[in-house]
């Protein structure tokens, strides 16, 4: 279960992160005590299950990738993608390693369901990463074709442009 972000335009009193008078954001778990920070929290941040809390950070790891146009840059989008993936499966394994490790009459239960689900879903996500393929431009110093034509710095930021929006449309899809 994820945690409401509430926003404070004014504190009353001074907390860990405001002073009187200064904005902040607050939320609580059930369970547990008040966080407080001066930024909106991402989603990562509100989710108590450790595992969709790592679910969540990795997705916003992939909505943060970004570009400054250079070959050098794809290469270090590429090499990040292929740790998130690495990290992804990761936590697939760590539910596998849970679900094995259940007696068999509870593995058909909710629990047991609920981790499947999970197990599939990272698997599922991963594969999806991966077939996202970096290695089908040559970038925008490739030698010039018999006619003259090549490919531009522009064709090459509209290319490494398309790929991050594939990979940023990649996302977790389940509970």
């Known amino acids: 279960m994820s945690a409401k972000a509430v926003f404070v335009k004014k504190a009353q009193k001074d907390n860990p ?22 930024e909106r929290p991402r989603q990562s941040q509100l989710e108590n299950s450790p595992f969709l809390s790592g679910i969540r950070a990795l997705e916003e790891r992939l909505e943060d990738l970004s570009l400054d146009g250079t070959e050098r840059d794809a290469d270090g989008i590429q090499s990040e993608v292929e740790d998130i993936i690495s990290e992804i499966r990761s936590l697939g394994d760590e539910c596998q390693e849970k679900l094995d490790n259940m ?28 077939s996202i393929s970096f290695d089908d431009y040559d970038g925008p110093d490739v030698p010039k074709e018999e006619n003259g034509e090549g490919p531009t710095p522009e064709e090459f930021t509209d290319w490494i442009e398309n790929k991050l929006e594939e990979v940023q449309n990649v996302s977790y899809g389940g509970s």
């Open 103 to 130: 007696p068999e009459g509870l593995q058909q239960g909710s629990s047991g369901e609920l981790l499947q689900e999970r197990v599939d879903e990272c698997e599922s996500m991963a594969s999806e990463l991966e």
């Open 17 to 38: 992160v405001a002073k009187k008078g200064e904005s902040y954001w607050w939320w609580k778990f059930r369970y547990g005590g008040i966080h407080y920070s001066k």
